[in-house]
C-alpha cells in the first residue's frame, strides 16, 4: 500500500537529520529541488504572496490562493510538502482538510494576530496562549489521518523572550501539535533550550536577512534541531537574476550579454522529462 502524503514526510525525517526542507514556489521549483535531491519541499505563505500575488506578507491572501501552488507542486512532484497556512483563516480545520486533499503532507499555523507580519521583523502582535491552543486544536480535528504532520509555530521569542515561547509551544503540543517551528531564535543556546524542553521535533528558518543566523547543519545537529528550513533562498536567487536580465536588455538592447546566465532550452527539457519531436 502506497504511502499517505504525511507518512512521506516522517520518513523523510526520520532518514535526515536535521531534515533539510527546501523552499519551492511552484511546480517547476520544485523539480529542480528535487533533482538535487531534497526529500522534502515548503511553500511558503509570503513566497505565494510576494511572487503569485505581488503583494507584502501582511496576512492578504487567503486558503483558496495557497491552495492554488500547493496543487501544481504536489501534482507533479512526489516529495511530501509542507504549507505554511498563516493564521488558519478563521477555519484551522477547514484549512488542514482542503491542504489534505489537495496532497499536501503537513501545515504550520502560526500564534500572530491574522493581520500577521514577517517573523523576522518588528512590530508582530501574537494572540493570547488559549486562542492558539484552540486554532491547534481545530487544525488537529482537521487532520485525515494521524500521519498528517500539524506544525505549531511560535514567534514569541522576540516579543516574550525565549522561556515564554518554551512554554506556549509546550501548551501547543499539548493541545495536539505534531510537531513545533521555532521562529526567529538568535542563538544555538536558544535552540538547544527549545529542543530540551519541546518533545515533539522542532523545526528551524533558516530564512535570508532575518533574525536566525546562517547555522550549518552540523550545528544545528548539536543543538537537537530535527529540520532546517530555506523558504525563499532559490526564489530569491531566481529574482535576482531576472531583475539582472531586464536591466541588462533595456540598457543593451539585447541578451547576448547575459545569455550565458541562462538556463539552456536543452536543460529545461530534461529536468521536465520532455523529449521534443524530431
Not at 71 to 79: N, P, S
Not at 172 to 185: S, T
Not at 201 to 230: C, S
Request: charged share 20%; glycine share 6%.
Amino acid at each position: 500500500m502506497p504511502m499517505t502524503p504525511g507518512q512521506k514526510f516522517r520518513a523523510a525525517l526520520a532518514a535526515e537529520k536535521p531534515l533539510q526542507i527546501a523552499g519551492a514556489l511552484n511546480a517547476y521549483a520544485a523539480l529542480l529541488a528535487q533533482r538535487a535531491d531534497f526529500r522534502a519541499l515548503y511553500l511558503s505563505g509570503a513566497g505565494v504572496a510576494n511572487h503569485s500575488y505581488g503583494l507584502p506578507d501582511i496576512g492578504k491572501t487567503e486558503l483558496a490562493d495557497v491552495l492554488i501552488d500547493a496543487r501544481r507542486i504536489t501534482q507533479r512532484v512526489d516529495l511530501p510538502l509542507l504549507v505554511d497556512i498563516d493564521t488558519g483563516w478563521d477555519d484551522p480545520a477547514r484549512a488542514v482538510r482542503e491542504m489534505a486533499a489537495a496532497g499536501v503532507a503537513a501545515v504550520h499555523i502560526e500564534d500572530q494576530v491574522p493581520a500577521k507580519v514577517c517573523g523576522h521583523l518588528p512590530g508582530k502582535h501574537l494572540v493570547p496562549t488559549a486562542e492558539m491552543v484552540a486554532r491547534v486544536q481545530a487544525a488537529v480535528a482537521g487532520k485525515p489521518d494521524r500521519d498528517f504532520v500539524v506544525m505549531a509555530r511560535t514567534d514569541a521569542a522576540a516579543n516574550e523572550g525565549v522561556p515564554a515561547a518554551i512554554a506556549r509551544a509546550q501548551a501547543y503540543v499539548a493541545a495536539g501539535a505534531d510537531m513545533i517551528f521555532a521562529e526567529a531564535l538568535r542563538s544555538l543556546e536558544d535552540f538547544r533550550a527549545f529542543t530540551a524542553a519541546v518533545k515533539v521535533p522542532v523545526l528551524a528558518n533558516l530564512t535570508e536577512f532575518g533574525q536566525t543566523p546562517y547555522f550549518t547543519l552540523a550545528e544545528l545537529r548539536t543543538a537537537g534541531l530535527a529540520m532546517a528550513l530555506y523558504p525563499l533562498s532559490a526564489s530569491r536567487a531566481a529574482a535576482a537574476a531576472s531583475r539582472d536580465v531586464y536591466t541588462a536588455l533595456r540598457q543593451d538592447g539585447t541578451q547576448q550579454n547575459v545569455v550565458g546566465k541562462m538556463q539552456t532550452r536543452a536543460d529545461l527539457y530534461d529536468i521536465l522529462g520532455y523529449t521534443p519531436p524530431r
